[in-house]
């Protein structure tokens, strides 16, 4: 499915690189690095992207209806990346909303979407996925949150092209799924997987914290919180375990 897939030793980041490219690349192009100079999260934080041990994919996505309609796609990006790893033999993979991957409460890969800007009512999108496989411990050591590998989720590693292509797959028809029906039907899957689904949360946004149940997700996306004053849709914040 994957329209065009740029295969490149070292990078800085595989999102910059098709940010760079917009305009000239085919809707689902992709690019695959196995070390990036300058991996990236959300909000400037450092994505630790040490050579030939993880995944480090990015795929071009136009959506026609525009950035509105990017509400809830790292939400299905995640479902899709944590289907497509059952699929491959994995149990216990989980979501975290609303862009992480999480094992035995640990995080597994992030996902980054980043806009480059809009031609008319389309946006142009790069959808970014770290996925550590067999992180070296000298390199997790900077990470200052507990993290986890594929390794540990699976008695046997899937061969890394099966791995990427099953992934890449499973990337496209996810987006091409929400771009149709956006989040129809969506919240059963991602209920299904959620990692803090009934449990005790702390949901932190800017300087304001709220601590509830976490009751999964609406079909917005946005976060069920339940607190004393009922349930409540969050749309931004990080979430972490009550006591964590
Ligand atoms: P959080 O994971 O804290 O809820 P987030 O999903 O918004 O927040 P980002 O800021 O986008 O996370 O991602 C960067 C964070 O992820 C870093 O601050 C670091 O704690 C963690 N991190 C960086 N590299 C890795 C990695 N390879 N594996 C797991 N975690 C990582
Ligand atoms: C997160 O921290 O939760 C998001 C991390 C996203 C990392 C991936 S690795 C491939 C792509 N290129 C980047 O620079 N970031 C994303």
Redesign the pocket.
Known sequence: KCSRLELIPVIDSTNQYLLDRVGTMPKGACCLAEYQQA????????????FGS?LYLSMYWRLDAGIAAAMGLSLVVGVAIAEALESLGTEGIKV?W???LYYQD???????VEMSGQTGEAAHLVIGM?L?IA?PAS??E????S??NLTDACDTLPDRNVLAATLINRLHDALSDYEESGMDGFTMRWNRLDNFLGRPVKLLMGNRVVEGIARGINNQGALLLETEQGVTPYLGG???LRGC
Do not use: F, V, Y
């Open positions: 991996g990236r999260g959300r909000r400037g934080r450092q994505w630790i992207s040490p993880n975290k609303p862009n992480d640990r995080k597994l890969a992030g996902i980054l770290g550590n992180m390199e997790g900077s990470i200052e949150q993290w986890t990080e979430i972490s």
